[in-house]
């Protein structure tokens, strides 16, 4: 690592739970999206769980807001460096969605899907465990659309690409394939502590 | 993993008020798709780092690239660039990065830009007057004459530049920000369409292109955030 000429930065208050690389983006929630952002009503929402299950099972809007609540309260963290604290989101567990379906022996990974055609790749063990989430309120209110609404994924332990926007459903794989960012040059995984942000990282 | 890279100011160009263009050399050519961008990283002395996202404005094939960098109020980044760095400087950069919004040059496409969201487009720009220039449309939003990036450069018959504060004297457009009347004569039916800027332009720009027709699977959108 070469030193910048003149350069000393402005981390005398840094964060222990910033990981490598990431500032706090304080009150600022930076939007982006690779798409026009869609307009997806609640009457439209569906979120299919499909692929190397025994049984595709769909829930609708009222379906999916009828089971099991649960809460994640924490940090986001955005591979282009922003990190957000204390955030809190609300709406169902995706362990609880998988109990909806008999997994098949070979299932080891997921893609999740947005109703625009996004998508991206991850491993069933980063979405099982209590570490993943389809949510629909956030600090108490309705996600907007720009952030992903009316539900998107919730995985706060890897990067926001991950926690697809406008979700609607898992596709069970015995493989990885590349989503949409994997297959344009970013990581597979995506570890913000190990500043897995580009493929080979 | 994409290496760092040292790189080499070689130039600091002002385009506006606001913003400056750093020429830096690289330790080889620099193999970028117009649209793509390199990460930039600061290192002080006891190893903090900061590193932020600049697109490149140049046109791929050299060993020189240019970031354009606005001067963001607060930015630990961007006001460092500004203030500190001149020509001799060593900066580390690694890329490029970015598959999806990214141009080559060989195919029907429009650029709506608003404010910064022209640098990528400028390379797109650049790299069309290099190739065949009727493939390539820009459409450029900016507040005032002297916040247009590239200034003369920029202008020609295949840009439409729009102000939404203060025209030229004798400017034909009113002020106000971009209307579908602005893009209808710059669109082809066939075109992919590369819309960059702040979100509330990215927005509203889609809205605009939606509205005339356009599909959202011919829009590519990259927002400029304060990140």
């Keep these: 690592m070469a030193i910048t000429r003149g350069f000393t930065g402005r981390r005398k208050t ?25 307009r997806i009503g609640t009457d439209r929402w569906t979120f299919t769980i499909d692929g190397l299950v025994e049984q595709p099972v769909s829930w609708t809007w009222a379906e999916i807001q009828a089971l099991p609540r649960s809460r994640y309260e924490g940090a986001i963290h955005c591979v282009t460096t922003w990190s957000k604290f204390d955030m809190t989101f609300d709406g169902v567990s995706v362990d609880t969605l998988l109990e909806a379906v008999s997994l098949s022996p070979d299932a080891a990974y997921v893609m999740a899907t947005s109703h625009t ?38 995985v706060p332990h890897l990067y926001f690409w991950k926690s697809a926007k406008w979700v609607s459903g898992l596709r069970v794989m015995a493989s990885d394939e590349p989503g949409f960012w994997e297959r344009n040059g970013y990581h597979d995984r995506g570890d913000p502590w190990l500043e897995q942000r580009y493929q080979g990282d | 993993m994409v290496a760092w890279q040292k790189a080499m100011v070689v130039e600091v160009r002002r385009e506006t008020p606001n913003a400056k263009t750093f020429r830096l050399k690289l330790p080889a050519v620099s193999e970028h798709v117009a649209g793509q961008y390199y990460v ?3 290192t002080a002395e006891d190893g903090y780092t900061a590193q932020r996202d600049y697109s490149v404005a140049s046109v791929p094939g050299s060993d020189l690239v240019d970031l354009t960098v606005e001067l963001l109020p607060g930015g630990e980044v961007s006001e460092f660039l500004h203030e500190v760095v001149e020509p001799g400087d060593e900066l580390e950069v690694r890329g490029p990065i970015g598959g999806w919004f990214a141009w080559r040059g060989d ?23 290099l190739r065949d220039p009727s493939l390539f449309r820009l459409v450029v939003s900016a507040r005032r004459p002297a916040d247009l990036y590239y200034g003369a450069e920029v202008v020609g018959p295949q840009t439409t530049v729009v102000y939404t504060r203060q025209t030229p004297p004798s400017w034909p457009r009113p002020v106000g920000r971009l209307t579908a009347d602005d893009l209808a004569p710059t669109l082809t039916p066939t075109q992919t369409v590369y819309v960059c800027g702040t979100p509330p332009f990215c927005d509203h720009a889609t809205g605009l292109l939606e509205s005339l027709g356009v599909s959202t699977d011919r829009i590519r959108v990259e927002r400029f955030g304060p990140s």
Excluded: C, F, I
Excluded at chain 1, 20 to 37: F, M
Excluded at chain 2, 108 to 128: D, E, T
């Design chain 2, 107 to 129: 195919s029907p496409a429009l650029g709506v830009a608003g404010g910064s969201g022209v640098v990528p487009l400028m390379s797109m720009l650049r790299l069309s007057r």
């Design chain 2, 40 to 42: 930039l990283r600061l």
């Design chain 1, 117 to 154: 055609g996004y998508a991206t790749n991850l491993p069933l063990e980063d979405v099982t465990g209590g570490k993943a989430w389809v949510v629909w309120t956030v600090d108490g209110s309705p996600l907007t659309t720009e952030h992903g609404g009316p539900a998107r994924l919730l």
């Design chain 1, 14 to 38: 840094r964060d222990p739970r910033l990981p490598p690389g990431q500032y706090d983006a304080g009150a600022d929630w930076p939007v982006l999206n690779a798409e026009a952002t869609p």
